[in-house]
């Protein structure tokens, strides 16, 4: 299961405005620039062609196509959690404090998990999460089609699957580069997304279906028998043809020796504090579409799973069109996030269902974009020794932040109504993208150019001319 939806060095910008932050992350002195740090500078491989080149890959053809089934199991169950949850208590802050309780071990252990995943092989590690994923599934199917579940009992399982997800999410993301090699693991992340994106359009169709048709227990059961295809996948897999990559030694201080790394490169914090506002005020998606589809439009789970095909059909767009890109910019990233948060705050006010309808799949397109823009900007920039404690810090804030914004908008969403709870989320998740997008044009030595004048470029990023004796964030010694 993917709960989200990474080369050995970060692309060259093409030039001082490419990007907001491109600059930014000139390399330190004594080191080449777009060469992680442990990497090996030479020649540039020229990048292969074609919008599914990683699936030339068969590892990643294995791994990709039990990732689509269990995928779509996994949506199912979203579906059917978030619906037997508010048919238990009629209340959108449970279903919060569901999504939060799933998300919480991340914010408490992520940077273990990484830690983890570092030292010990990625495949057999998902070999155990995948099995043990199956089983929270097929411990709810039995709960519901029993007749004796509970709404304790959903938070229980919540809470163990997100404690199986702290060692899955980052030795899933680890492992891309291993099967796929560093010159397509842009596309492959790209594609990850692409699989998921199209189990969220077939899944909760499926599961709206089954829920009406035969109610919950159903989906849980085939969510469970579906992570039979990502073990048989790995179990199938030529391990000689996996790509080496060295395994961090057991010592002491490797967390704190992940967190310096990070703390000091901007490219990657801040990065990683834009999607950290963004996944925990504006990804609470189960608390919104539960709460416009059953108290502001008064419709059944039909209408939920119709609500989230339609931004996963949005977000299965944005991942084919990240997939043929061939940089993940920073720029890109902040007026993803700028354009998201905008979106947001429309659909909540939208006076009519069909113009809330029409906005799911924009919102579907820009919040895929910031996802793969992020995942791969982060991965590309990070030393392989690296690459599991920064990819674990990564997820625990962008995951992780959920179990804090979470029950805060669903309480929100009880107290204040759908739509106000879905505009917070919106609005802080524009202040969060025009505040660091600031903050990282000027670490790149760049400014905000507004210029009104007809036939001029209007908004863009040009380079700051320091004052006397100061230099740029991003050279300084």
Same mark, same amino acid.
Do not use: C
């Given at each position: 299961?993917?709960?989200?939806?990474?080369?050995?060095?970060?692309?060259?910008?093409?030039?001082?405005?490419?990007?907001?932050?491109?600059?930014?992350?000139?390399?330190?002195?004594?080191?080449?620039?777009?060469?992680?740090?442990?990497?090996?500078?030479?020649?540039?491989?020229?990048?292969?062609?074609?919008?599914?080149?990683?699936?030339?890959?068969?590892?990643?053809?294995?791994?990709?196509?039990?990732?689509?089934?269990?995928?779509?199991?996994?949506?199912?169950?979203?579906?059917?959690?978030?619906?037997?949850?508010?048919?238990?208590?009629?209340?959108?802050?449970?279903?919060?404090?569901?999504?939060?309780?799933?998300?919480?071990?991340?914010?408490?252990?992520?940077?273990?998990?990484?830690?983890?995943?570092?030292?010990?092989?990625?495949?057999?590690?998902?070999?155990?999460?995948?099995?043990?994923?199956?089983?929270?599934?097929?411990?709810?199917?039995?709960?519901?089609?029993?007749?004796?579940?509970?709404?304790?009992?959903?938070?229980?399982?919540?809470?163990?699957?997100?404690?199986?997800?702290?060692?899955?999410?980052?030795?899933?993301?680890?492992?891309?580069?291993?099967?796929?090699?560093?010159?397509?693991?842009?596309?492959?992340?790209?594609?990850?997304? +692409?699989? $998921?994106? &199209?189990?969220?359009?077939? *899944?909760?169709? !499926? /599961?709206?279906? #089954?829920?009406?048709?035969?109610? @919950?227990?159903?989906?849980?059961?085939?969510?469970?028998?579906?992570?039979?295809?990502?073990?048989?996948?790995?179990?199938?897999?030529?391990?000689?043809?996996?790509?080496?990559?060295?395994?961090?030694?057991?010592?002491?201080?490797?967390?704190?020796?992940?967190?310096?790394?990070?703390?000091?490169?901007?490219?990657?914090?801040?990065?990683?504090?834009?999607?950290?506002?963004?996944?925990?005020?504006?990804?609470?998606?189960?608390?919104?579409?539960?709460?416009?589809?059953?108290?502001?439009?008064?419709?059944?789970?039909?209408?939920? +799973?119709? $609500?989230? &095909?339609?931004?996963?059909? *949005?977000?299965? !767009? /944005?991942?084919? #069109?990240?997939?043929?890109?061939? @940089?993940?910019?920073?720029?890109?990233?902040?007026?993803?996030?700028?354009?998201?948060?905008?979106?947001?705050?429309?659909?909540?006010?939208?006076?009519?269902?069909?113009?809330?309808?029409?906005?799911?799949?924009?919102?579907?397109?820009?919040?895929?974009?910031?996802?793969?823009?992020?995942?791969?900007?982060?991965?590309?920039?990070?030393?392989?020794?690296?690459?599991?404690?920064?990819?674990?810090?990564?997820?625990?804030?962008?995951?992780?932040?959920?179990?804090?914004?979470?029950?805060?908008?669903?309480?929100?969403?009880?107290?204040?109504?759908?739509?106000?709870?879905?505009?917070? *989320?919106?609005?802080?998740?524009?202040?969060?993208?025009?505040?660091?997008?600031?903050?990282?044009?000027?670490?790149?030595?760049?400014?905000?150019?507004?210029?009104?004048?007809?036939?001029?470029?209007?908004?863009?990023?040009?380079?700051?001319?320091?004052?006397?004796?100061?230099?740029?964030?991003?050279?300084?010694?």
């Amino acid at each position: 299961m993917s709960t989200g939806s990474g080369a050995d060095s970060a692309p060259a910008p093409n030039s001082p405005q490419d990007t907001v932050s491109d600059d930014a992350t000139a390399a330190p002195a004594g080191r080449t620039p777009g060469v992680a740090p442990g990497s090996t500078a030479g020649p540039a491989a020229a990048p292969r062609k074609g919008m599914f080149s990683s699936l030339r890959v068969r590892n990643y053809r294995l791994f990709a196509t039990g990732q689509v089934v269990s995928n779509t199991g996994t949506w199912m169950q979203r579906i059917a959690q978030d619906w037997l949850v508010l048919s238990l208590t009629g209340s959108s802050t449970a279903v919060g404090i569901t999504t939060a309780l799933q998300f919480l071990p991340m914010l408490l252990f992520g940077l273990y998990g990484g830690v983890i995943a570092d030292r010990f092989s990625k495949r057999k590690l998902l070999l155990f999460t995948q099995s043990a994923m199956g089983m929270t599934g097929l411990a709810l199917a039995v709960l519901t089609l029993s007749g004796n579940i509970q709404v304790w009992h959903v938070y229980l399982v919540a809470f163990v699957l997100g404690l199986v997800t702290v060692l899955d999410n980052p030795s899933r993301q680890a492992f891309v580069v291993e099967m796929v090699g560093k010159e397509d693991l842009r596309n492959a992340v790209s594609l990850n997304s +692409a699989n $998921f994106q &199209s189990a969220r359009l077939i *899944g909760p169709a !499926v /599961g709206g279906a #089954l829920i009406t048709a035969f109610g @919950s227990g159903w989906a849980f059961l085939l969510n469970g028998v579906s992570f039979l295809a990502p073990i048989a996948g790995l179990l199938m897999m030529r391990t000689a043809e996996l790509h080496k990559v060295d395994r961090v030694p057991r010592s002491k201080g490797q967390l704190r020796e992940g967190l310096r790394y990070v703390s000091g490169r901007p490219d990657l914090i801040w990065t990683i504090v834009l999607v950290g506002f963004i996944g925990t005020f504006g990804f609470n998606f189960p608390i919104w579409l539960t709460a416009f589809t059953y108290h502001v439009y008064h419709q059944g789970a039909g209408t939920y +799973a119709l $609500f989230n &095909s339609l931004m996963a059909a *949005g977000s299965l !767009v /944005g991942a084919l #069109l990240a997939a043929r890109r061939s @940089s993940s910019r920073l720029r890109l990233l902040v007026g993803a996030a700028v354009v998201f948060g905008v979106l947001e705050m429309a659909a909540a006010l939208a006076p009519s269902f069909w113009i809330f309808v029409v906005l799911l799949a924009p919102i579907g397109v820009v919040g895929l974009t910031i996802n793969v823009t992020a995942n791969s900007s982060v991965q590309m920039a990070t030393d392989p020794l690296m690459r599991g404690r920064v990819m674990a810090l990564f997820m625990m804030v962008f995951v992780g932040g959920t179990p804090l914004g979470a029950p805060v908008v669903g309480w929100i969403t009880d107290t204040y109504g759908a739509r106000v709870g879905f505009l917070s *989320g919106g609005l802080i998740s524009l202040l969060a993208a025009v505040l660091i997008g600031l903050i990282l044009a000027r670490a790149g030595g760049l400014r905000l150019k507004i210029d009104l004048r007809p036939g001029h470029r209007h908004v863009a990023f040009v380079p700051r001319v320091p004052a006397s004796g100061e230099a740029p964030l991003a050279t300084a010694a």
